[in-house]
């Protein structure tokens, strides 16, 4: 049986075009929501991460703007800039794009960012607060994951989702929020990774596998079971001649060979890949809501 194709581009405009009435509304109020992008270095996968973060905002009419920096910009640069767009009251949401240079510690720029303009929800406040069940905002990625989960009705109470991978972008956020004591979540979850024994055994229990390790076409049809929900998070450059740009981008799941076995199956490019970007401009939007109304944390 032919699995049901995931189709995260379609959703992903769905929910930009509910963004784009609530920033109308917005925009009545004389609140134009503002996200910044911070870029270091010259990254081509962060590069054209950035572009379609802006090209996105432009789209929905979120005020967007890219702060470059050379890969020699200094850790002080760095932090004034953050703390500068903290001040603003213009923007509602600071982007670091990552990795950043290895002389620059991620982790300090990180817990600068106002956690009321965090939207990628990597502040350590922000994880805690997640973790606690009571989020101001969620990761991009694994909210998008969830949200995916959420449209295609397909409830992960009470099975078992098993995620490869244990990222702190990815697999430990989602594993976080897939266990939470609420609707579309109550999920038994197991998270492996490359220190896993049996990872082919663990991942043939799951009813829900979400790949996110980041290794290109690693899972195979005989590490999914029969009528599997399979969620593809990777996003991999491999060498590919008949393309004219000399790449492909494939996922962490060897997608055709697990087509016929799996129920549900997103795919690369154009599953979990345009869900990160519309979970980031609900991230935007929210804060600007939040601005609106004079929300304060605490
Ligand atoms: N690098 C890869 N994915 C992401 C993301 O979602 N946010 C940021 N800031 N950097 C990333």
């Keep these: 049986m032919a699995a049901t194709i995931i189709d995260g581009k379609k959703i992903s405009d769905e929910i930009k075009a509910e963004l784009a009435i609530k920033i109308d509304k917005l925009k009545k109020s004389g609140i134009t929501p503002g996200l910044t992008a911070i870029l270091v270095g010259n990254n081509p996968a962060s590069e054209s991460y950035v572009k379609s973060k802006a090209k996105a905002c432009a789209k929905i009419g979120v005020y967007s703007e890219v702060i470059r920096r050379s890969a020699e910009v200094s850790q002080k640069e760095l932090e004034d800039i953050v703390k500068e767009l903290n001040r603003r009251h213009d923007i509602d949401g600071i982007l670091v794009q990552s990795p950043l240079p290895t002389h620059i510690d991620e982790l300090a720029i990180t817990l600068l960012i106002h956690p009321e303009k965090d939207v990628d929800g990597f502040h350590p406040y922000n994880v805690g607060l997640m973790l606690l069940g009571r989020p101001i905002f969620l ?3 694994p909210y998008g994951v969830m949200e995916l989960l959420r449209r295609y009705n397909i409830d992960p109470s009470g099975r078992e989702v098993v995620i490869v991978g244990r990222s702190n972008i990815v697999g430990k956020p989602l594993g976080a929020m897939l266990i939470q004591k609420q609707k579309m979540a109550n999920a038994t979850v197991t998270i492996c990774h490359s220190q896993t024994a049996n990872i082919k055994e663990v991942c043939r229990r799951a009813d829900i596998l979400v790949a996110a390790m980041g290794r290109p076409q690693f899972i195979k049809a005989d590490m999914i079971k029969n009528g599997a929900i399979v969620i593809d998070v990777g996003i991999n450059r491999v060498e590919d001649q008949k393309e004219e740009r000399g790449y ?9 060979g697990c087509f016929d076995r799996a129920s549900f199956i997103t795919p690369v490019p154009g599953g979990v ?7 980031l401009l609900t991230n935007t939007v929210l804060s600007a809501t939040r601005r609106a109304n004079n929300w304060r944390i605490g």
């Design 139 to 141: 990761s991009c990625t």
């Design 248 to 256: 492909k981008i494939v996922g962490d799941v060897d997608y055709e």
């Design 273 to 279: 890949g345009p869900m990160t970007i519309a979970m």
